[in-house]
């Protein structure tokens, strides 16, 4: 669910929209209406020569204003009830894609080659798969710095060719996470939507987080880093920023070598 800050947040600049727009609209009614009165009464010989006149005549004009002022009113409270429930459907749908992501996470399996220890299930199997990543990295680098190509190589060899069949319902999933999340641009605020990918994020290990970046950057089809990167995904400032991903793998790599020299 959203958070109670947020969606108080929310609310209010909703309620506020609401109220300006509905005196802005009165405002102008009131000011034509006194208008075109005017403009009558100076070419009649219209004369307040009673109270009883003097009455009907304010009856007469302020009538049909408050009944306007209503109708305003009542269609902006349709309005915002139609996008309450609008919302409340998007994010019901959000919950049920997360939930979906959870299913595959827990279905996914790594077979190993020992014999104590056949399958590795659930979130252990992102670990083993970066761990063939390192691997491969280091069977494939041409240099002995890390190279983006170099990376791009082994990066598309173990989750195209070695696991493609297992990560692509998940990666699928996660894509249709934020696109949903995105395609509601006109309904959901930048800050609501940014909430929901963070939620989103907090359900990914760092291993999952690293081997997203590490697909979707070096992809050739950027799409999804592009919605990635619209929500802060990769965030300097986070532990799990792009140069941070970068600076682990490094070590990972160096350390991964190291133990080949010394065997």
């Known amino acids: 669910m959203m958070s109670k800050k947020g969606r108080l947040q929310s609310w209010g600049n909703r309620f506020i929209k609401m109220i300006t727009s509905s005196l802005f609209i009165i405002l102008f009614i009131i000011s034509l209406t006194a208008v075109i009165i005017f403009h009558i009464l100076l070419n009649s010989n219209f004369t307040f020569h009673s109270s009883e006149n003097t009455g009907d005549f304010l009856i007469t004009i302020a009538s049909p204003i408050i009944a306007l002022s209503a109708f305003i009113v009542a269609f902006f409270t ?14 019901n749908i959000f919950f049920q894609l997360l939930n979906m ?9 790594y077979e190993l080659n020992s014999m104590e220890e056949r399958v ?22 041409t ?6 190509e170099d990376l791009q190589r082994a990066s598309y060899f173990i989750m195209e060719e070695k696991e493609g069949d297992h990560l692509l319902h998940y990666y699928r ?18 800050h609501e939507r940014k909430e929901y990918i963070q939620i989103l994020k907090a359900q990914l290990s760092q291993y999952e987080i690293s081997l997203l970046y590490i697909k979707t950057k070096h992809s050739e089809n950027q799409e999804f880093y592009q919605l990635l990167q619209e929500y802060d995904f990769f965030n300097d400032n986070s532990r799990d920023s792009a140069s941070k991903i970068l600076e682990r793998f490094k070590g990972d790599v160096k350390r991964n070598i190291e133990f080949q020299r010394k065997n």
């Open 120 to 141: 590795v299930k659930g979130r252990g199997y992102f670990r083993k798969v970066y761990r063939d990543l390192v691997k491969t990295y280091v069977e494939q680098r």
């Open 173 to 190: 999933n996660l894509y249709q996470l934020v696109r949903w999340v995105t395609k509601h641009k006109g309904i959901l605020e930048k």
């Open 143 to 148: 240099g002995e710095p890390v190279s983006m």
């Open 78 to 91: 349709y309005k915002q009830k139609g996008l309450e429930n609008e919302k409340k459907r998007i994010e």
């Open 101 to 109: 992501h959870h299913e595959i996470v827990n279905s996914l399996e």
